[in-house]
């Protein structure tokens, strides 16, 4: 007659340790998310010193103001594909992270999921006749839950799947124009 709670008991306490685990890994995930973003700015703020700085150097050697006009403009292609990439890179460790969050939950749920009707299972053995239905309601009822969980996860990752499509279209029509009118400043300064 004490089997019941103990099995709540034991059912519980390896229901808190998969908890702390996969905290401990989601919380392992966002930190290495973290460093690659802290990375990602230090290099591109180096790298965009390091340009500005030899910008400037050009633009100070500069005779008259067509030639520094046809400088300052050839810089802005250069650098509207480096905030394009920076962007990109961003939007891709976002991704990742994501990603890691969804395999995280989805297997959280799934392994719960499985465990519950386990446990439900040992529980019901013992259940008093009649009781069938009630059972067979709150399996039901769980299995409905992770449907909807599974659902929901994909809904999630179609928009995600979206958004990113979205975003590298308006990158591209973006550099497009962007390359076109650096092209036509190169020139321009050329002639």
């Known amino acids: ?4 709670p ?9 229901s808190v340790e998969a908890q702390l ?5 989601l919380t392992s995930k966002s930190f ?10 230090l290099t591109t703020f180096k790298s965009s010193v390091e340009e500005s700085s030899a910008a400037v150097k050009q633009l100070l050697t500069v005779k008259d103001p067509q030639e520094w006009l046809a400088l ?8 509207t594909e480096k905030a394009l990439a920076y962007g ?16 995280a939950a989805e297997a959280q749920i799934a392994e719960n999921s ?39 996860n994909k809904t999630a990752k179609q928009a995600a799947d979206t958004i990113e499509t979205n975003l590298n279209q308006a990158v591209t ?9 650096a092209k036509a400043t190169t020139r321009a300064a050329k002639k």
Do not use: C, H, W
């Not at 007659?1 to 019941?4: D, L, Q």
């Open 21 to 25: 685990a996969v905290f401990s890994n």
């Open 32 to 41: 290495e998310s973290l460093e690659k973003v802290v990375d990602l700015n």
């Open 72 to 79: 300052a403009k050839a810089q802005t292609q250069p650098n």
């Open 173 to 181: 029509q973006f550099t497009q124009p962007a390359a076109a009118a």
């Open 114 to 152: 499985r465990k519950l009707l386990d446990l439900i299972d040992e529980v019901t053995k013992n259940a008093p006749a009649g009781s069938e239905n009630a059972v067979a309601l709150f399996k039901s009822a769980i299995g409905n839950a992770s449907a909807g969980y599974e659902q929901f």
């Open 1 to 4: 007659m004490f089997a019941i």
């Open 88 to 103: 990109r890179q961003l939007a891709s460790i976002a991704s990742g992270v994501q990603a890691e969050f969804s395999k």
């Open 6 to 14: 103990e099995q709540f008991s034991a059912a519980s306490k390896a």
